[in-house]
């Protein structure tokens, strides 16, 4: 009895269909695929090691019962807006999947922040001291706030109550021309908009169609350390810190500080207090402008009755207009009196050079001068002449022997290629005659036929055929149903003996080879 059950065991199992290690786990990957599609997981970074030469970041995630394989591709690491660390706790989202390279299942994340406000304290004062290491803080960089700007750029949401707040305060204070430039102030993609706008506010040409403004202003109203979060972000403090107008950060109320605040030229505890940072109060300045000019003009009053005075005084002192000539005078008399004998004197020195000048250039000497020079001349020619025709025979020689070289050049790589071409037909006609001894279509040419069950499963033996049991038999031009009515074997064999060995597998095609080749043997 046990024997039996045994060899009817043996049986089934040989029947049971066979999976390939590659099948087995892409049928493992595309179950893990379907049932977890996107799911958020919250754990502690472990392993990380920084990004992999590839770009890629591979670690894992985990608590204290399990851990879990995560990679971020390098197009997604790149939006990661904080600095990952071992043991940071953070929130990952993403396509959980498997690796069949070695056995495991990971998480293909898509989107990574840290978990809750502690994370971000955390990450807000180790973003503080860098960039605070890089002097992106220091007061020597700060520059100082114009006391009447011509021009205010306003960095804010246009649709907010803040730009209400600002140009309002403005036309109360000082009318000013304003020119706001409309950003996101919280959310994705909001940062790079307020750098943007900053950037672009400092690349305005002086005089050119927009009026490049004197003084800047970035604003917000109040929130959550989450909702300004933006305004911690490197992208808005470099640009900050580096802009060449004086820049004013109004973000949040008085008791909320941001990265921004410590990188810009003066900080504003609201947008109307920066609003009056920037101008002040024309009244007050009309008044204390009238002020200041009365005093000037008494002042100048004093002081002009002052030099009036002084000028009396040093009028009674200076001499009389004779006694300050009387010297120059004499002096002009005494120099009349040398003059004529001293241009004589003169005369006769410059007629002296003259003509020992003079004998110096005789016609004869000259033209024996020039003579020499057009001796020199033509010598001079003739072995330029002779250089020149040498060069040209010598670049000739070099263009010759250079085109003889790419005649040869050109003909070896035309009998290369052709010796090439006539290798890889040889080698593709061989590949073709061993596929086609492989096919099991050629062994149907040969008269043999392939019987499968009702399951389409070929059938090895006759021991698993059953009476009654629905056959297909497949020839060579085609297939015929059939049903079986008797079963006979030609020779027995043992209850327990092994099934048969299967045939070695066929090498198979790179990419798969093509989907409607069977096989003989399943």
């Not at 002779?386 to 070289?405: C, F, G, P, V, W």
Request: charged content about 25%; overall charge positive.
């Amino acid at each position: 009895m046990k024997r039996g059950s045994v060899a009817n065991m043996n049986e089934s199992q040989a029947n049971v269909a066979e999976f390939t290690v590659s099948e087995l786990s892409q049928a493992l990957k595309r179950t893990v695929e379907d049932a977890y599609g996107y799911v958020r997981v919250r754990g502690e970074i472990s392993g990380y090691r920084g990004p992999h030469s590839s770009g890629h970041v591979y670690f894992r995630l985990k608590d204290d019962k399990a851990v879990l394989e995560a990679v971020i591709w390098k197009g997604v690491f790149g939006r990661v807006r904080f600095k990952m660390e071992e043991g940071l706790e953070v929130i990952a989202a993403g396509k959980l999947s498997t690796f069949p390279g070695s056995s495991k299942y990971q998480i293909v994340v898509e989107s990574l922040e840290p978990a809750g406000l502690g994370a971000l304290m955390a990450l807000l004062e180790e973003r503080k001291r860098k960039l605070a290491a890089e002097g992106l803080f220091d007061e020597a960089r700060k520059q100082l706030i114009p006391y009447l700007p011509e021009t205010i750029g306003v960095i804010t949401s246009p649709t907010g109550a803040v730009i209400r707040d600002i140009l309002h305060r403005l036309s109360d204070r000082f009318p000013r021309h304003v020119i706001v430039w409309p950003v996101k102030v919280q959310g994705e993609g909001s940062a790079e908009q307020v750098a943007a706008a900053i950037d672009g506010f400092n690349a305005l040409p002086e005089g050119g169609r927009i009026r490049r403004p004197d003084l800047l202003i970035v604003a917000r109203g109040g929130g959550s350390l989450e909702d300004l979060w933006s305004f911690n972000e490197e992208i808005v403090v470099r640009a900050a810190a580096n802009s060449m107008i004086p820049l004013i950060s109004a973000v949040g109320h008085e008791t909320d500080v941001t990265l921004i605040d410590f990188a810009s030229d003066k900080r504003a505890p609201t947008p109307t207090a920066a609003a009056e940072m920037a101008v002040p109060v024309r009244a007050d300045l009309i008044a204390d402008i009238m002020s200041k000019a009365r005093r000037a003009l008494a002042s100048w009053k004093r002081a002009q009755d002052h030099r009036r005075t002084e000028l009396r005084a040093a009028a009674r002192a200076l001499p009389s207009a004779e006694d300050l000539l009387a010297v120059p005078r004499q002096r002009l008399d005494s120099c009349a009196e040398r003059l004529p004998r001293a241009l004589r004197a003169n005369a006769q020195i410059h007629h002296t050079q003259y003509s020992r000048v003079a004998s110096r250039l005789a016609p004869q000497l000259l033209r024996t001068n020039v003579e020499r020079r057009r001796i020199r001349l033509d010598a001079c020619t003739q072995r330029l002449g002779t250089a020149l025709k040498t060069y040209k025979e010598t670049q000739n020689n070099r263009i010759s022997r250079a085109r003889d070289r790419v005649t040869a050049l050109t003909e070896r790589s035309v009998r290369a290629i052709s010796a090439m071409a006539t290798a890889r037909v040889a080698r593709l006609e061989r590949s073709y005659q061993l596929l086609r001894a492989f096919s099991y279509q050629s062994v149907l040419d040969r008269g043999f036929a392939l019987v499968r069950d009702a399951a389409g499963h070929p059938l090895r033996a006759a021991t698993a055929v059953q009476p009654g049991m629905s056959l297909d038999i497949e020839f060579a031009d085609g297939s015929v149903g059939a049903t079986a009515n008797d079963v006979r074997q030609t020779r027995s064999t043992p209850a327990t003996s092994a099934p048969a060995p299967k045939p070695a597998a066929k090498p198979k095609k790179p990419g798969g080879g093509d989907p409607g080749q069977g096989s003989l043997f399943g």
